[in-house]
């Protein structure tokens, strides 16, 4: 059964650091892994999407990368701003027939704080 | 560009009331619809999906329902909420299982 796990749960940073969040999943059959942030009290904005066949996807300052192998997803995100602190969620979609057979398995997130 | 709507964006409900849950998409002809439901420290809990019109997979027995009238427009509904429906539902669409996933701003629910 995949689980999805991110540590750690929350983080503290000073502005202008690099950071990296961290997703690692238990089965390595994946179909595509996603990153998401989402604001206090509202919805979930896709950040970057990895195709199972990819390393690496890059938005602006975010990058993530994907290690299938060693189960592990990072997401990069480069000389952050207060603007960042968010939660920070991954999503595993598992490999399976077309529908609902390719599940998404969610972490809990890692909620960000970016202090000035 | 696709945009995604969501309303109420809070409810607060009496035990026992109906619900109707409103989402609708533009910007893209049949796309794949959710709905999910998000508890503090449990994360993301799929509902409902639908690939098409009339189309609905449930996820999690439950005594709620959902509908697809329309190409675009998913509707989450109860008979009778239970206390234990509380919580904060969220309509999401996609392309497909290769595309990224589109979130509402999502509904408050809150059941007293």
């Known amino acids: 059964k995949q689980e999805v796990t991110q540590i750690p749960a929350a983080l503290s940073v000073p502005e202008g650091e690099n950071l990296v969040l961290n997703c690692s999943f238990t089965?390595?059959?994946?179909?595509?892994l996603q990153w998401f942030r989402q604001d206090p009290g509202k919805g979930l904005t896709s950040l970057l999407l990895?195709?199972?066949s990819q390393r690496e996807q890059t938005s602006g300052r975010l990058n993530a990368s994907l290690d299938k192998s060693s189960g592990r997803s990072t997401l990069y995100i480069a000389a952050s701003q207060p603007g960042d602190s968010a939660t920070y969620l991954c999503?595993?979609?598992?490999?399976?027939?077309?529908?609902?057979?390719?599940?998404?398995?969610w972490g809990l997130g890692t909620s960000l704080a970016v202090n000035p | 560009s696709q945009t995604i709507h969501q309303w109420p964006a809070t409810l607060v409900q009496p035990v026992g009331s109906p619900l109707s849950l409103e989402c609708t998409v533009e910007?893209?002809?049949?796309?794949?619809l959710y709905w999910y439901r998000q508890a503090a420290g449990r994360g993301l809990q799929l509902l409902f999906y639908?690939?098409?019109?009339?189309?609905i997979s449930s996820e999690v027995p439950q005594n709620l329902s959902a509908s697809r009238p329309q190409d675009r427009q998913f509707i989450l509904s109860s008979k009778k909420l239970l206390l234990s429906d509380s919580g904060f539902y969220l309509c999401?669409?996609?392309?497909?299982?290769?595309?990224?996933?589109?979130f509402g701003n999502g509904t408050r629910l809150t059941v007293t």
């Open positions: 999503a595993v979609r598992q490999l399976g027939y077309a529908g609902n057979n390719r599940k998404l398995i």
């Open positions: 990895i195709q199972s």
């Open positions: 910007g893209t002809s049949n796309p794949n």
């Open positions: 089965d390595s059959a994946i179909y595509n």
């Open positions: 999401a669409w996609s392309e497909g299982d290769g595309s990224p996933l589109h």
């Open positions: 639908s690939v098409g019109i009339g189309q």
